[in-house]
């Protein structure tokens, strides 16, 4: 059975993203792409809610064209175009990035659907509303949570509202140069 595996940057107290969504503190440089490079090479599906989605769909798709474009940018570009692109959302319904599929209700129905079909993982990156519901319906089963050196004090929170107990085992903890300290749990 497929897993979905949870990919977050998040502060030390704990957000995701500043009051305004902004995530203009996140460090990520080369040192870091190398693991999330692995962790993607093992999905062939991404999750995402319509915010972190628009903000994805207004870079990837052309994102290893650019005369600019970083290794990491080529090597992301073509997982991100090849993925299938899995949008909760209630409002949007079509994009042009091809291989997307919306998703407005029965969330729990079709992620379940989709961990019993062939293939590798599904990845949840960024969209903390998602992972909110998934956490509370216990949907996810390894957190890749990357700790970045500052306080926000004020935000959208990783874990908010989650209502019982998720107990976690610690598979791996990475520190990179840039401060950042990567976590990796799975689910008990």
Known sequence: MRKVI?????S????VAGPKGEMDWIKVDEELFEPIGKITEDADTVIYGRVTFQMMESYWPTAAEKPNATKHDIEHARW???ALKVV???TMTH???????FISEHLEEEILN???QSGKNLLLIGSPQIAHTFMQLDLIHEYYIYLNPIILDKGIKLFDDVQHRIKLNLLDVMNFKSGVVGLHYERQ
Do not use: I
């Open 6 to 10: 949870l990919l977050m940057h998040v």
């Open 12 to 15: 030390l107290d704990g957000f």
């Open 80 to 82: 991100e175009n090849k």
């Open 88 to 90: 909760f959302s209630k």
């Open 95 to 101: 994009s042009d990035w091809h291989n997307t599929r």
């Open 114 to 116: 989709l961990k019993q």
